[in-house]
């Protein structure tokens, strides 16, 4: 999969050499472009910004850079390829698992991460009109960052750990948050039996040392359900747990 941010902090994107990704990225699995879009301005102060037609608070991002930055991304690929562009904001709609999994299906992705009160609503048109490129706002949430590069971090981390042979065990994403609708199970390592630094011993539940593995599917299938109608009773109605499961939980 290909990846490009644009962005006027392109030093915020340097996590993405770490970890699972950044070894993904030198396994040749993802290929990571980021570029700075005031490359894409022509004033001696390379000027992103202007103030509001209208008035208002703070600054909008001029169209002209963002125009240019998205030809020069395109122009970059293979003669024909496009790739879905994905705005960060909190005007977006929201991101989850299942748009996780959508993105990871895509062969070419592009961010372009705003700033300040966010980006002239023209650019959106020149990207669907002029350049043909699907254009969506996409927001982690119901809160409000200074940009948009700390979202792109979360949704490449996301997207990019579905990618085949970016997780070494493919096992392990099968069973977590949000996969099936459900919120993982509580997990536990050795000791069996560890007493905290203030003298308190505290047990590991003793199903998980039975062996019996049908007892701890159930075991944790229950956990499950208990800590969803606990954290995220939201969830509970969509998820995949039966009627009769949920008849339990006071929703
Ligand atoms: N940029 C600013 N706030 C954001 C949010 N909640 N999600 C994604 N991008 C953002």
Redesign the pocket.
């Known amino acids: 999969m290909r990846i490009d941010v644009v962005s006027i902090f392109p030093e915020y994107l340097a996590p993405l050499d770490l970890s699972l990704i950044g070894k993904a990225r030198r396994d040749g699995l993802l290929d990571v472009r980021v570029h700075q879009l005031r490359d894409f301005t022509h004033d001696r102060h390379q000027t992103v910004d202007d103030t509001p037609y209208g008035g208002g608070a703070g600054m909008v991002m001029k169209p002209q850079p963002w125009a240019e930055a998205l030809d020069a991304v395109v122009a970059s690929g293979d003669a024909g390829a496009r790739p879905r562009v994905i705005v ?3 005007g ?1 709609m929201p ?1 989850t698992q299942a748009l996780a999994r959508e993105l990871a299906e895509e062969p070419w992705l592009a961010f372009a991460c ?1 700033r300040y009160e966010g980006i002239d609503e023209r650019v959106y048109g020149y990207a669907a009109d002029d350049l043909g490129l699907r254009v969506d706002v ?11 590069e ?2 792109v971090l979360a949704i490449t981390e996301a997207v990019a750990r579905l990618l085949p042979g970016v997780i070494g065990n493919a096992e392990s994403l099968v069973e977590e948050s949000h996969e099936d609708g459900l919120l993982e199970y509580p997990v536990f390592t050795k000791p069996a039996s560890w007493t905290s630094p203030t003298g308190t011993t505290r047990d590991v539940p003793p199903v998980l040392l039975s062996g019996d593995h049908g007892a701890i599917a159930r075991w944790r299938h229950q956990q499950r359900l208990e800590r969803t109608a606990a954290r995220r009773p939201d969830l509970l109605h969509s998820s995949q747990a039966a009627d009769g499961e949920l008849a339990a939980y006071d929703l």
């Open positions: 960060p904001g909190p977006g991101f705003g996409v927001s982690l949430g119901d809160y409000v960052l200074n940009g948009g700390v979202a």
